[in-house]
C-alpha cells in the first residue's frame, strides 16, 4: 500500500489498513507519518468510534482510543458547544459497555478525563459527583468492575490534569473546581481502602489517593488518611502505592505552612526506620526503596524546616536526627554499588539540599547547624571513602554500563565531599589527613590495601575543587601537610594510585604555587609517569596545570621538565592529544630559559615533527591518504599549542605593554622571540603546504589557527613578518576561505587600524577579503551552508567598524552596499551566532555613521530595507530567541536616526498583512508608538518587541505567550 500525504480522506477503513500495515512489520516513515497526519486530523472525530468496535484488532482499537483521547485533550476548540452533551453521552456509554484489553479502557477513561477537564464548570457543573451517582448503583458484591472503573476513572483525572494543556485563568478555575471535591473524594476513597478485601480494588483506591493528593489536603485534617495508608503499608501489595501517596503528601508545596503537623507527622513516620534497618540487614535493598524514598522526600523538601527543628528543642533534634540516620544508612550501604545496590546514590541530593541550607543560615543558628550536623557529615564522609573503593579485582567482571555508573558515582562521591566541605572545613581536612595516614601504613603493609588509598586520595582531589574557588592568599597548614605527603605516598605499583595522586598534584596547582618548596618533590612524580601509557593522560594534565599556575616557581626545575617531555615524546607511548597537550608546559618551560638556549633546546623536539611535515605535507599525490592527513593536522596543532605558551615578553595581566620586560642577548640587545624565529624559518614550508592541499579546508584551517597563535602570541613584534603572513593567509583564504583567517586578519586590522603607513594596504586587504567572502556566501545553496563562516565575518567587521572606522572611510575598492544587504539578509538566518554577528555589525554600522560623515548615506540608503528585514523576522520569518538582537538595530536607528524610523514605522502600518496577516493596523499603530517613545529604556522596548512579535503569530492571548514575556523569550 502506497500511502500520499496530499488529498486522502481519512476513513475507519484506510485508517485500519494503515494500522494494521504498521503493526505487521511493514511500517515504513510514510506510514507513521500518514497515520500522525490521521490521529490530528478533523475526521478522528468520526473514525475513532468505528475503531474502537470491540470486533476489531486489538492494536485498532488501541490506536481509535488513543485518537479520541487525543483529539479531546488537543482539538477541544474543533468542538461546537451544543456537540458536548452527544459526546460525553457517548463516551461515558463506552466507557461502561466496553470489555475489550485493559490497554484500550485506559486510553478510553484518559479520553473521559480530557472531557471532565474541559467541560467542568461549563457545560458540566459537577462530574465528580454525577460520576459518583452514576457508576455506585452498579457496583455490587459480585460485581466490582463498576468500582474499579469508577477508581480509575478518578486516577486518570488529576493525572491528566497535570499534563494537560490549558491557560493559566483555565487551570485555575479546573483545579479550583476539582479541590472543591477533594474531600468528599478522599472520604469516599478511605472508605473503599477501609471496607474493600480485594487487592485489587484496594490497590487502585491507593493509586487514585496518591494522584489526588496533589490538590492538597490540609495536614490538619488529613489523620485519618495518614492512619489508613500507614496501616497499607504493612500490605505488601498496598506498600509501594501507599509509600508514594505519603510522599506526595509530604511534598506538597502548602505543607510548610504547617510545621506542627509535619513534625506531629514525622513522628508517625519514624518508626518506618525499623522496617528500613531490617531491609538493609537481611540485603534486601530493593525493598527499602520506597521507605528511603519517603524519608528523602520529606528531607528534601522541608530541609529549612528540619534546620529549624534540630536548633530549637531537644525533642525536634532528636526526631530530625533519627531520620538523617536513617538516611545515612543507605548511604553506607555495606555493599558493592552498582553490581549489588543502587539505593546508595539516591540520597546524594538530599545531602547537597541540606548543606545548602545549613550554609544559608544566619551566624548563630549555622554555628549550632554546625555543632548537630557536622558529625553526620563527618559519617557521611567516612561512608564516602568507603563506597568510592574500587573493587580490589579491578571489576574485570563488571559490564560497560556499570563501569559507567559507578565511574558518575564516584563523581556524586566526589560532589558530596565537595559539599561536606563546606560544613566541616578543617574538620574534613584532618579526617582525610588521619585516613591518609592510615591508608598508608596498610598500603606499606600490604599492597592489596591499595583501594583504600586511591579513594581517600579522591576525596582529596574533590576537596581542591571546592577550595578552587576559595579567597585565601595564603596556604592551609593541613593542606600543606598533605602535599607533603605526596611524595612518600607508595604509589608506584598501582596504576589506579598513581593516576589519582597526579589528579591531586594538578588539582592542586594553584596551591602548590603558594608552597613552592614542595615542587622538587613533586615535580618528579609527574616527569616520571609522562612516558607510562596508563598514565600519560593524568601526567600532562597535572604537567600543565603546574606550568601555568606555578610558572615562576617552576625555573630551577625547567630544564629536568624539558628533558622528561623529550623523553615522553621519543617514548612513543603517547597519543597524539597528549604529545599537543605537552607543548603547552614546553613552552611555558623554554620561556624560563636564557634566551639563548631556547631554540637549542627546542630543536630535538620539535625538529623531526616539522622534517615529517616536510616530507608529507608538500608530499605530491599522497593529500587523499587520511593518514598523511592527520599526521600533516597533528604537526600544525602541535605548533600552534607550543606558540600559545613561548614566549619571552611575559607582563602581569595590569600591566601595560609599554612596560613589558624582554631579556637580553649576549650583546646586551632585546632577544628576538623564539616564536618569531620559527615562524620565519616555517613560512615556506607553510606555503608549500597550502599550495599541495588548496582543496583541504581542515588543513587550511589548521594553517590558520597556527597563524592566529603566533599573531596572537607575538603581537607588535610580528611586524617583519606581516607582509608575509598576510599573503600566505590570503592565498589559503582564496583558495578556501576559512573562519580562522579571518580571526587571524582581524588582529593585524586592531593592531595596525591607526597606522598611517599600513591604512592603504588593510584598506586593500579588507575589500579583498569582503569580495571573497560574498562571492564564496553567495556561491552556497543557501547561507547555512556557511553559518560560521558568515559568524566569523561579521564579528570581524563588528570589530574593524568599532575599532578602526578608517578603514571603511574613502575606500573605493569596499562595496558597502553588499556588505550591508548581506548582513541585512543574514538576520533571518536560522542559526544564532550569525545573526547576532550581523546584527552586531549593523548596530554598530547605524550608531558610527553619526560620527563618521561618510558613512550617513550608506544607511540612508539601506536604512528601510533594514527595517523591513527587522520586522519580517519580529512578524514571523526569524527564531523567537533572536529577538534581543533586532531590539538593538531598532534601539540604534531610534537614537541615531529618528527621523528615519518614524518614516520606515509609518509605512509599516500603512501596509497591509505585514509584518503579519494577524496583527491589526492597531496593534501596529500601538507597536510604532512605544517604539518612537522608548528611545532610553532598552529593557522596555525588548518586552514591547516580544509582545508585538507573539501577536504577530498569534499567540498573544495565551498563557504560554505571557509566560515567555515574563521570562524575557
Known sequence: MSLNLAGVNFTAENVEHAVLQFYQSKATQETHQWLTVAQISPQAWNFSWDLMQQNKAPEVQFFGASCLALKVSRGWNELKLEEVPNLRKRLLDTVIAYTGPKIVLT??????????????????????????????????????????????????????????????????????????????????????????????????????????????????????????????????????????????????????????????????????????????????????????????????????????????????????????????????????????????????????????????????????????????????????????????????AWTADQRESFRCYRTDVADTIMYSFNILRDGLLQTLLHNLDNSIRACLASEAAWPALESCLHAWYAVAESLADSEEEEPNPLLSLFLSKLPVIPFSKNIRVYSTVLDCIGGFSDWLAMAPQLLPHVTPIVTAALANQELSLAATMALKDMSRDCNESMQPYAGQVIEAIHHAIQSENLQSNEIIRLMYPLGEMLSLMPSQEILPRLEPIVAPHLQMLNTLGTAPNKQSDPQIRAKVIFVLKLMSTLFQTLNISRRADDQPESETSRPTDSHGEPAQQPVLVIVKQCLPLLHSICDHNANDPEIINSVCMLLKQSVSTLQADVRPLTQDVVNLTMACYRVSPQPSALDLVKQFFILYGRDADMEAPLKGLLSELCALTIRTIQSGATMSDHTELIDCFFAMLAQVLKKQVGLFVNNSELDSNILVQCAIHSLTMPEQHPVKSAATFLTHL?????????????????????????????????????????????????????????????????????????????QKEAFARTVLRERANKRKLQETVREFALICRGLITSEYAAQLIQLGL
Open 107 to 396: 486510553r478510553i477513561c484518559v479520553a473521559v478525563s480530557g472531557l471532565v477537564i474541559h467541560s467542568i464548570g461549563i457545560t458540566w457543573e459537577d462530574p465528580i459527583k454525577d460520576l459518583m451517582n452514576m457508576f455506585q448503583p452498579l457496583i455490587t458484591a459480585e460485581n466490582l468492575r463498576p468500582l474499579l472503573l469508577l477508581l480509575e476513572l478518578f486516577t486518570v483525572i488529576p493525572e491528566e490534569f497535570s499534563t494537560i494543556l490549558l491557560s493559566s485563568q483555565r487551570k485555575k478555575e479546573v483545579r479550583s473546581n476539582l479541590s472543591r471535591n477533594l474531600k468528599e473524594m478522599i472520604q469516599f476513597l478511605m472508605q473503599v481502602l477501609s471496607q474493600q478485601n480485594n487487592s485489587e480494588v484496594s490497590r487502585q483506591a491507593c493509586k487514585s489517593i496518591q494522584a489526588w493528593v496533589q490538590f492538597g489536603v490540609p495536614l490538619q485534617e488529613s489523620e485519618p488518611l495518614i492512619e489508613l495508608l500507614l496501616a497499607a503499608t504493612h500490605d505488601e501489595e498496598l506498600a509501594d502505592v501507599a509509600f508514594e501517596s505519603l510522599s506526595s503528601m509530604v511534598t506538597d508545596p502548602e505543607t510548610h505552612k504547617y510545621p506542627h503537623h509535619l513534625m506531629d507527622l514525622l513522628k508517625r513516620l519514624l518508626p518506618l526506620d525499623k522496617i528500613l534497618y531490617e531491609y538493609m540487614n537481611e540485603g534486601s535493598y530493593e525493598c527499602a526503596v520506597p521507605i528511603l524514598s519517603l524519608f528523602i522526600s520529606f528531607g528534601e523538601s522541608h530541609s529549612r524546616l528540619l534546620i529549624d527543628w534540630a536548633t530549637e528543642s531537644q525533642e525536634g533534634r532528636d526526631c530530625v536526627l533519627r531520620m538523617i540516620s536513617a538516611i545515612l544508612a543507605a548511604s553506607s550501604c555495606p555493599a558493592q554499588f552498582p553490581t549489588q545496590e543502587t539505593i546508595s546514590e539516591m540520597p546524594f541530593g538530599f545531602w547537597y539540599i541540606l548543606q545548602d541550607d545549613i550554609i544559608a543560615c544566619e551566624p548563630e543558628q549555622y554555628q549550632m547547624c554546625v555543632a548537630i550536623f557536622g558529625p553526620v557529615y563527618t559519617a557521611l564522609v567516612q561512608t564516602m571513602l568507603v563506597k568510592s573503593m574500587y573493587d580490589p579485582k579491578d571489576n574485570v
Open 846 to 922: 547605524v550608531t558610527v555613521s553619526r560620527e563618521t560623515e561618510s558613512l550617513v548615506p550608506l544607511v540612508n540608503v539601506n536604512g528601510e530595507n533594514l527595517f523591513m528585514q527587522i520586522m519580517r523576522c519580529i512578524g514571523g520569518e526569524a527564531n523567537r530567541t533572536f529577538l534581543d538582537y533586532y531590539t538593538d538595530i531598532l534601539l540604534a536607528l531610534s537614537k541615531k536616526y529618528f527621523d528615519n524610523l518614524c518614516n520606515y514605522l509609518n509605512t509599516m502600518v500603512r501596509t497591509p498583512n505585514f509584518p503579519s496577516e494577524i496583527c491589526t493596523k492597531e
